[in-house]
């Protein structure tokens, strides 16, 4: 219901056409701690090479630990009154984040380690009363956004029918071409084992449109729109050892004198000569949704006020994470890719459309205390086809309770505690291809989630 009402300067992100019923210029601040931790319940795991590993037989694998850290989020709002009709604001806060970081040796490392994006948006906002019931907003949405994707690559994936190729057990002494490899990097395959990692930032400005509405003296209606913004994270794609890369094809070919039959497996250097894997310049396009909240405010009594609202948000816009080169040249790392037209890398999402709904209830308690309470129901958009380890996200409800409590005539302070249920998560997840086809010899990741997130927020309110 914060769309609308108007407790504060944080109206400022909520409705900014709710700025104009400010009596005196103000500040708020604060932040939201979110302690969060997650679980994944390994089923199954099949490597490129088609080795499978089974929960009760991961190896040297493991479950990747709590991939869900702890972190604080700021924020900070101020708005002002100019005249009985204009009002003005400014914000700063996160818009949108998410990170996601595996231990090193996780089962799906080769699908996922870390996924991380933030963004910052500063916004700069405007009101204008346009009569006793109706107030309209306006603002700009000037956002930085920053992200990192990485996962675990094995070059050459394990495989017990591997050693046995050419009829010997160590196929690199079989004359392939280029210096032998040791006895053990075969017997572990740790020789090829190697980590990527894309980097990069963007600026996007986007806008916001805002509208509020006095039905009578005890009803107010909310309305406020976001739209959505085409981000180009820029930046480079790497491998962290980029000497010595040795790449496993399945192309025919003549070995010491022996034909390899279309199928069998052979081990080369990813640049048939000195396994270099140069930096390679990269993009990552990401689109942010558009949004439209609509609030409902009631004053029931002197102390009761029911609060209640819904927020559609337009996430079918995020089909993919995509990461395309950006040189005119590619490098090796596009060619590992396989997926040819520039990509470098490609992971179907094709999420929802989402709708979160949520009722509440104000009590003013006394002069100096009013209590909330609230229930959310928060719609995930990643569909359950197209689910990954990157962002294994799912349907989850809010319970929320809080308080407001004035210190004197000028300050007064906000807290707020929110626990979030997710359901248990089920993922399978293959590499596919940009027509969204599993693609050929993909690893495959089975298994389930669980999750768990409980938010402290604290607000402070100053009247200049």
């Known amino acids: 219901g914060r769309a609308a009402v108007v407790q504060d300067a944080s109206v400022v992100f909520y409705n900014p056409a709710g700025m104009v019923k400010l009596k005196r210029a103000e500040v708020s601040a604060g932040a939201s701690y979110l302690h969060l931790s997650g679980e994944f319940s390994p089923e199954s795991y099949k490597n490129a090479a088609g080795q499978e590993y089974t929960a009760a037989n991961m190896g040297d694998y493991t479950d990747g630990g709590d991939f869900l850290s702890p972190t604080a989020v700021p924020f900070g709002y101020f708005a002002m009154p100019i005249n009985d009709k204009f009002a003005a604001g400014f914000g700063v806060f996160v818009p949108f984040a998410t990170n996601t970081d595996y231990d090193d040796d996780f089962i799906g490392g ?7 994006l933030t963004s910052v948006e500063f916004q700069p906002a405007i009101a204008y009363r346009v009569n006793d019931q109706f ?9 930085y956004m920053k992200g990192l994707l990485s ?55 986007g806008y916001n449109l805002s509208l509020m509405w006095d039905v009578n003296q005890d009803i107010t209606i909310g309305v406020s729109y976001r739209s959505e913004m085409e981000f180009t994270l820029k930046g480079d794609s790497e491998f962290k050892k980029d000497q010595g890369v040795f790449g496993l094809t399945k ?30 310049k990269s993009e990552v396009p990401i689109t942010t949704p558009q949004s439209l909240t609509i609030s409902y ?48 890398g490609h992971i179907e999402e094709n999420w929802n459309d989402t709708v979160a709904a949520a009722i509440g209830i104000n009590y003013q308690l006394n002069d100096d205390w009013l209590l909330r309470a609230g229930y ?14 990157r962002v294994p996200d799912n349907d989850r409800e809010w319970l929320s309770a809080g308080f407001n409590y004035r210190i004197n005539q000028d300050l007064d302070i906000d807290f707020a505690y929110s626990h979030l249920f997710f359901a248990d998560t089920k993922v399978n997840e293959y590499d596919r291809n940009l027509d969204g086809s599993v693609k050929a010899g993909s690893p495959n990741l089975k298994g389930t989630y669980s999750m768990d997130a409980v938010a402290y927020s604290v607000q402070v309110n100053y009247k200049l």
């Not at 080769?110 to 991380?116: I, R, V």
């Not at 993919?320 to 790392?333: C, L, T, Y």
């Open 110 to 116: 080769a699908l996922a380690d870390q996924t991380k």
């Open 135 to 143: 107030s309209v907003g306006f603002g700009l949405d000037i956002t």
């Open 151 to 205: 996962k675990q690559i094995d070059t050459v994936p394990y495989n017990e029918n591997l050693k046995y190729l050419n009829g010997g057990e160590n196929p690199a002494h079989a004359g392939l071409g280029f210096a032998e490899l040791t006895d053990e990097q075969w017997s572990d395959f740790s020789g090829f084992d190697n980590h990527y990692e894309v980097e990069g930032d963007d600026w996007q400005v």
């Open 251 to 280: 192309a025919p070919a003549d070995i010491a004198g022996t034909t390899v039959t279309a199928g069998d497996y052979i081990v080369a250097p990813v640049d048939g000569v000195t396994g270099s894997v140069p930096k390679q």
């Open 297 to 344: 405010a009631h004053q029931l009594t002197d102390q009761f006020q029911l609060v209640a609202g819904a927020t559609w948000t337009q996430w079918s816009v995020f089909e993919d994470f995509d990461v395309k080169s950006a040189e005119s040249s590619p490098g090796m790392i596009e060619n590992l890719g396989g997926l040819g037209n520039g990509y470098i």
């Open 376 to 389: 959310a129901n928060d719609q995930s958009p990643v569909s359950n086809t197209y689910r990954t380890a």
